[in-house]
Nanobody, 127 residues
Framework: DVQLQASGGGLVQAGGSLRLSCAASGGGFEDYSIAWFRQTSGKEREGISGINPRDGHTEYADSVKGRFTISSDVAKRAVYLQMNALNPSDTGVYYC????????????????????WGQGTQVTVSS
C-alpha cells in the first residue's frame, strides 16, 4: 500500500504563498488519486484539492479555486499544492490522503473515503 508524508507548511502573512509537498512511498501510487485536506481544531477534515496523477484530473473546493493549484510528478511519486493569496481562514493542519482512482469522481469526497494519511503539516496565516 502507498504511504504518504506531507511537508512544506509554515507561518506566512496574509497574501503570501506556500507550496506543500506530499511524498509517496510503497506500492500502488499509480492506482491512487491524492487529495489535500485541512483540519482545524474541533472540526472534521475538509477537502481542499485532489488530483489523479495518471490522467491529471483535478478537483478544488470552492474556497480555494483561483488561489490554489494542485500538481503531480509521477516520476518523483509526489503531489504538490501551490497556495497563493493565503488568508487567515486557510490556517490549519494540512494532510494528504489516497483514494483508489476509480472512486475519485464527482468531487473530492469525504475524508472517511481516504486512507494512507501521514503526518500533517501546519499552515498558519497571520493577518
Amino acid at each position: 500500500d502507498v504511504q504518504l508524508q506531507a511537508s512544506g507548511g509554515g507561518l506566512v502573512q496574509a497574501g503570501g504563498s506556500l507550496r506543500l509537498s506530499c511524498a509517496a512511498s510503497g506500492g500502488g501510487f499509480e492506482d491512487y488519486s491524492i487529495a489535500w485536506f485541512r483540519q482545524t481544531s474541533g472540526k472534521e477534515r475538509e477537502g481542499i484539492s485532489g488530483i489523479n496523477p495518471r490522467d491529471g484530473h483535478t478537483e478544488y473546493a470552492d474556497s480555494v479555486k483561483g488561489r490554489f493549484t494542485i500538481s503531480s510528478d509521477v516520476a518523483k511519486r509526489a503531489v504538490y499544492l501551490q497556495m497563493n493569496a493565503l488568508n487567515p481562514s486557510d490556517t490549519g493542519v494540512y494532510y494528504c490522503g489516497a483514494i483508489p482512482s476509480e472512486y475519485f469522481v464527482g468531487g473530492i469526497g469525504d475524508a472517511i473515503e481516504y486512507d494512507s494519511w501521514g503526518q500533517g503539516t501546519q499552515v498558519t496565516v497571520s493577518s
